[in-house]
């Protein structure tokens, strides 16, 4: 039993990661899909930035000119979990990434401290799993290495969008960090959430609310994306 298992696992490596690869980055559509997914919305205002701006708002806000950003080089599909200001559960969330097949879904977030001097974005992505060692159930050992590797691209990813946005924010990459964000470890894709800076932290603020900067937060995300695609952005 053992020998056909690991010849199992053997030819599993070299059959999946082909067929995942054109399941992923091309699918039916020819277009490879990012679920953009603006955290909190509707009586789930998040943390407060300013009397008339909440972290609801700018996820909102910055998502919207990400999908504007990709849907102007056309070579992306965007998918919104909300494009209003509206509630949306998790549930909701992680259904829209099935449904649109998602091959990657990136989380737009606002932190908040204690300590008012704490500032800077952080990225996370969902921890990973020990792996099924005894188990020889197919599915089972099919379903770990589908996670595997979406843990795998996770880690690709925010590496791709901690350096654009470390040009955004010199020296304020507070580094990438495992999740307990419940969304990420839920979602089957490569997935990733965004903290993009403190709304305790009054130069974090400050740049938060700015639209310029807000563009450029944008501008880094839409990027990344398009470098983890391939797209090539300069
Ligand atoms: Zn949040």
């Not at 008339?52 to 708002?57: F, G, S, V």
């Amino acid at each position: 039993m053992k020998r056909i298992y690991l010849l199992f696992v053997f030819l599993a490596f070299l059959i999946l990661p082909a067929a995942l690869a054109t399941a992923d980055e091309k699918g039916s559509r020819g277009k490879p899909v990012v679920v953009i997914d603006p955290g909190h919305g509707g009586a789930d205002i998040g943390v407060m930035l300013t009397k008339d701006l909440h972290e609801k708002d700018l996820t909102l806000a910055i998502g919207k000119q990400v999908q504007e950003y990709l849907g102007s080089k056309g070579k992306i599909d965007v998918v919104m979990t909300r494009e209003a200001d509206r509630d949306a559960s998790m549930e909701e969330r992680v259904r829209s990434a099935v449904k649109s097949r998602a091959d990657l879904f990136v989380c737009l977030h606002v932190n908040a401290g204690f300590a008012k001097d704490t500032s800077g974005f952080e990225v996370y992505f969902p921890g990973f799993k020990t792996p099924t060692k005894t188990s020889d159930d197919s599915g089972e050992i099919v379903k770990d290495m589908i996670s595997t590797r979406s843990l795998n691209e996770s880690v690709r990813f925010s590496q791709l969008l901690r350096r654009q946005m470390e040009i955004v924010f010199p020296r304020r990459d507070r580094g990438l960090r495992t999740s307990s964000v419940r969304i990420l470890t839920r979602l089957a894709v490569p997935a990733v959430a965004l903290e993009m800076g403190f709304a305790t932290n009054e130069r974090d603020k400050d740049d938060l609310t700015d639209a310029k900067r807000q563009r450029e937060i944008a501008q880094a995300v839409g990027k990344s994306i398009e470098e983890y695609f391939g797209g090539g952005a300069p």
